[in-house]
């Protein structure tokens, strides 16, 4: 079964409009946590944001949050103000503890943000 | 300022060929992985190492093996290169233990095989 599930594979978004990058994910460890990066075209992954299993609140890194809703195993990515530089490939990753905390990513959404 | 450092951009390979992949970390991490990129397939996770010498296989281990002899180096070795085997290769690092410990990442090696 896929631990990651991304099912966006491209978005479009009008600049300075907030947008939802989906993500769902499978697991039986009670500890774990999700993650947010960022693959711009130069190819560097560049972390945005972390969820940890047992946060009570929702994740918040400036324009970037984490919209955890634990029951549904969700961990949707909310970018507000959409700039044009955010135009990039997102990926989804899970940490799970009990296996010695190994990543796994889902298959990315293209954001493209229209000027 | 924290570094994953692959040896190499971009490579091209004969098929047959015997090709190693280096990534190098200083952040004395004890976790290094090997992904291996692809359009519309996202990150897969080929091999894993959770300590100096030992390794555990990911999603996708056939064609592929790794080393680990000193803990800051992790190397991905193409036993015998084919052309499906053509793609982009993300080396990461991170602590085994620990609440926030994000995955770091190398620049990539965009491998071709032809």
């Known amino acids: 079964a896929q631990k990651i599930t991304q099912t966006q594979p491209g978005m479009f978004v009008q600049e300075k409009e907030a947008v939802t990058l989906d993500c769902t994910y499978d697991?039986?460890?009670?500890?774990?946590?999700l993650f947010w990066y960022k693959q711009p075209s130069s190819g560097e992954m560049i972390f945005l944001i972390y969820q940890g299993s047992y946060d009570q609140q929702n994740a918040t890194e400036g324009r970037y949050s984490l919209n955890f809703q634990k029951a549904r195993k969700s961990a949707n990515l909310v970018i507000s103000a959409s700039q044009l530089g955010d135009s990039a490939m997102y990926f989804c990753a899970m940490r799970e503890q009990y296996n010695f905390n190994k990543f796994y990513f889902g298959s990315g959404t293209k954001l493209n943000v229209k000027p | 300022d924290v570094k994953v450092t692959q040896s190499s951009r971009y490579l091209v390979k004969r098929t047959g060929e015997k090709v190693f992949l280096e990534c190098v970390q200083d952040?004395?991490?004890?976790?290094m992985f090997w992904y291996r990129q692809d359009p519309g397939l996202g990150l897969r996770l080929i091999y894993f190492?959770?300590?100096?010498?030992?390794?555990e296989k990911g999603d996708i281990p056939e064609g592929y093996s790794v080393s680990r002899e000193k803990k800051e180096r992790f190397s991905l070795i193409l036993e015998s290169a084919s052309t499906n085997q053509t793609s982009m290769y993300l080396c990461a690092s991170s602590l085994r233990q620990g609440r926030n410990t994000e995955a770091f990442f190398g620049q990539g090696t965009r491998l071709t095989v032809v």
């Open positions: 697991t039986s460890d009670p500890s774990y946590g």
């Open positions: 952040m004395d991490h004890e976790n």
């Open positions: 190492s959770y300590d100096v010498k030992m390794k």
